[in-house]
């Protein structure tokens, strides 16, 4: 197997860091618990665009990126589960490639949240190595974090989940989501129009929240919704306070209005942020006070929890829509996602 990877990599901050150009690196030490990965395809995140801006902090380049990961296993570690992991299983990987697997939050199946919590890219390991993505030719990291994928998953389509589709399931399925429960998905990009098929198939009487009413049609007739909220509708949005029991939060505007947002949620439910503006949340202790409404956040989902999700993906025919292009057009795809969007995820194939 190769040492040396090839990929397409971030050179510097700024706009520049979306001229992505060729770039061989050496692949990090393999481990026996590791498996490495043969790349089929990756789809590019609105992280991978935030992290090699530099708008969550600096980073060292150069920089591969991408974590909706998926491939063919090629070679495994001595204790790595042979019949799970058997040379030529299409496997996926996402945010996370690593954990210590020994403190409380792992022991409790809470793996994003160890303190030793290992990134897919831009994380220094212990020996200084920079994780590297998944824009490139192979990965490899450690089998707790690589999963099998379901045969009925296309794999352009499964790429999206490995971040994307988990990242809404977990919050979705840990606060209840389901028959009688009133949900509420604000934003239908990336995050939101999986949030929305997950919903609906959870069984949750399910609105979709935007600013237009551009994506009333394709959030109901595509994407299942019940309902459509516009939030720039003040007349509708007055009706709809403490109409849910639910609102996952998967966009933001630079006008935002949160103590509003907070309003729909129905007394003593749950409002949970999954987009990450840069710019501190300003809202009243009295939108939470007043109706015991719980504000918590999310961060991708555990191992058990993806495995899981893919199941479900593929049981419930939760499908992202997705463009694809060829791995070498990945400069002009990442520029395509910063500048114009996505409809609603770009898929990278090699």
């Known amino acids: 197997m190769p040492e040396q990877y ?17 770039h061989a690196y050496p692949a990090r030490s393999f481990g026996p618990n590791d498996v490495e990965i043969k ?23 150069p920089q591969v990126v991408g974590h909706e990961i998926i491939g063919h296993v090629v070679k495994i570690g001595e204790n790595v589960d042979a019949k799970k992991y058997a040379i030529g299983t299409r496997v996926g990987v996402g945010a996370q490639c690593g954990s210590c697997h020994s403190c409380k939050y792992c022991d409790a199946g809470k793996e994003p949240l160890c303190n030793g919590n290992i990134f897919t890219y831009n994380t220094k390991l212990p020996d200084g190595y920079i994780t590297q993505g998944g824009y490139a030719d192979f990965y490899r990291c450690d089998s707790a974090f690589v999963f099998p994928i379901p045969e009925h998953l296309d794999s352009a389509l499964a790429a999206p989940l ?19 429960k009133k949900v509420g998905i604000i934003g239908i990009g990336g995050l939101g129009h999986l949030a929305l098929q997950f919903a609906v198939a959870m069984g949750a009487e399910v609105t ?9 049609k394709e959030a109901k007739e595509l994407l299942g ?30 006008d935002t209005n949160w ?23 300003t809202i009243h202790a009295f939108s939470l006070v007043a109706s ?59």
């Open 6 to 22: 090839n990929g397409y990599a971030a050179f510097a901050a700024g706009e520049e860091a979306l001229d992505l150009k060729p």
């Open 39 to 61: 790349i089929i395809c990756t789809s590019i995140c609105g992280s991978d665009v935030h992290t090699i801006m530099g708008h969550w902090g600096p980073i060292t380049y």
């Open 162 to 180: 490995m971040c994307a589709g988990i990242t809404v399931y977990a919050p979705l399925k840990r606060h209840g989501a389901g028959v009688g």
């Open 208 to 216: 979709a929240i935007s600013t237009s009413n551009r994506k009333e």
């Open 225 to 254: 919704a019940h309902h459509f909220l516009n939030s720039k509708d003040q007349e509708a949005m007055a009706k709809a306070a403490l109409s849910f029991d639910l609102v996952i939060c998967c966009a933001f505007g630079n």
């Open 259 to 281: 103590g509003q947002l907070l309003s729909l949620v129905e007394k003593d439910g749950t409002f949970v942020m999954l987009a990450l503006p840069e710019k501190p949340l």
């Open 292 to 350: 015991q409404v719980k504000m918590t956040g999310s961060l991708i989902g555990s191992p058990e929890e993806i495995e899981e999700m893919l199941e479900f993906a593929s049981k419930h025919d939760v499908k992202p829509i997705v463009e694809k292009r060829p791995m070498t057009d990945a400069a002009a795809a990442i520029k395509k996602m910063h500048h114009e969007g996505a409809r609603y995820r770009i898929v990278l194939e090699n």
